[in-house]
């Protein structure tokens, strides 16, 4: 009997045996969380996107700090690289460096013809003296919040939150919102900006580094300030622009040859700017110049003459699928690679750091643009200066800089090498979520006031309800159905009706693509709030219905009338429609708000 159990028992071994040998590795597990998130997420992408206006970079930052070794473990760079610190360091400098590089090119393309040209007095604005003040002021910060840095390693911190992020620039000039809402020029001037201080980010930066690394090299400071002139302005910058243009000019030239006499395919014609891109890279890389700038001047002299821009635009889905995959991995990346750790260190402490953070979305480029925006032909008023000073995002190229700073500052300047990176990661996980959400909250407060307002009025009705019925009125009924507005209360509103004669301030109404108009209204019969009627221009945003009109219509009578519910509520609906015929009745689209405009 024991014999015949340990057969089994051998038989029952054998034939557990794995027949499959499965691996979990890394890279399947990262595929395995992208594709999830692509297939999962993408499903309600326009319920997030276009109706409650969420950018994919903040959906995709919170899955990546979601499944990253603070949370789930599944994404974790660290093992990848087997705790290399300098390993990691040098894949998150290289994978933003690509998602960069790629996207100043999409930038450079996305530009009218001539655009540098035309708009070059706004750039050099935006450019020189906005991004000069925002230097010194990110630096001011620095040193007020974090101990153990000197002002040049301020410096050097700040150069690197300095420049706006193009991948963040991409989604606020993009989308429902910004194409109801936001001027093509302001969308134009962002997206230029964004593209172009990328790559002037190395002045600011390696002008801090290199009057640090004097005493190191043996310089003076009028060296170093020649070292910084001959190093950064003319072979980083000024042979980065040349090497930019010419590409893009043989590019154009060529391009136009083959497409002329139908040498190149429908595809290959669509994916030549992310050729272009990968070109550029290299070979400006490969020559130590700033690859990021080249590729944006290459991107916009492809299109100087609006050939590849018009030609790709009629089916750009090609140019968006690509943002879309490269925005949603770097963002997963970077919430996977937060370095929650170092955000407590011997320089550095959370608190500090959300300070930090308030302080730079307020200040570091806002009051700056408000003061200058007069002087920047691009913008037109005081709300587009506000709009484009409150929306310069710290996204991956901050990472990019801080790497870079980190790779040449001296090794004695233990303090600033140690608070570079964990810094510019928490500003721009901090301008993610923040200026991911500033749309959403715009557009979620004024529908909050307004239920709010209208809560407060219905609270109010219902008050003076129960105070006649206590009080009994003056005859000495105590009848609980309010009395019907009359002639004689007309001018008279009820508690929470807005005043006779109020007006509904109208936005700018100079944009390219779309006017949308208040007219101010007057008071109808009954004690109703003045009408607005909402006019529908050519090419302009959406005008209420007739039959939405009169629906609301009937339900503001509904209220006034004091119904609470059943056949009194449709006798006092009847009342008002019966002594209002004219409120949806052949009038053009009109309708009275209940909370006033």
Known sequence: MSTNSGLIHEDAHELLQPFVRTEITHLSLALCVLGFYLVTIGQFSYILKSRLFMSSALISLCVGIAVGPIGLDWVSPWQWVNFDEEARYNLTFQLTRLVIGIQVMFAGIDLPGAYLRREAWSLFMLLLPIMTIAWFISAGFILLLFKGLTF??????????????????????????????????????????????????????????????????????????????????????????????????????????????QLIDHESFLAYGVGLALFTLGVVGVLGSDDVLACFIAGNSLTWRDFYRIEASEEDTFQDVIDSLLDTAIFIYVGAVMPWSEFTSEFISPWRLVVFAICILIFRRLPAMLALYRFIPALDGFSEGLFAGWFGPIGVSAIYYAILARENLPEDRVAVRESVFPIVI????????????????????????????????????????????????????????????????VGTPAAGTPAAGSRAVSRRTSFDDSQHTIREGAVANGGMPAPITVGKTEGGEFAASREEAQKDAEKHMARTAGAEAGSDGDVGQQEMREAHPAHGNGHKVEFALPWGA
């Open 426 to 489: 928490f500003m721009a996980m901090s301008s993610t979520i923040v200026h991911g959400i500033t749309i959403p909250a715009t557009k979620a407060a004024p529908l909050a006031i307004k239920r709010t307002k209208s809560t407060m009025s219905y609270a109010s009705r219902r008050n003076n309800l129960f105070s006649r019925w206590f009080r009994g009125s003056d005859n000495g009924s105590t009848s609980n159905v309010p009395d019907v507005p009359t002639p004689a209360n």
């Open 152 to 261: 040049l390693e301020a410096l050097a911190i700040s150069a690197c939150i300095t420049p706006t992020d193009p991948i963040l620039a991409n989604t606020i000039v993009k989308g429902r919102y910004a194409e109801k809402h936001v001027p093509k020029a302001v969308k134009d001037i962002i997206s230029a900006e964004s593209g172009a201080n990328d790559g002037l980010g190395y002045p600011f930066l390696f002008l801090a580094i290199f009057l640090m690394q004097r005493t190191s090299h043996g310089r003076s400071i009028n060296e170093s300030l020649q070292h910084w002139i001959v190093t950064t302005w003319i072979y980083q910058i000024l042979m980065s622009c040349v090497i930019g243009a010419l590409i893009g000019y043989i590019a154009r030239k060529t391009l136009k040859f083959a497409h002329t006499r």
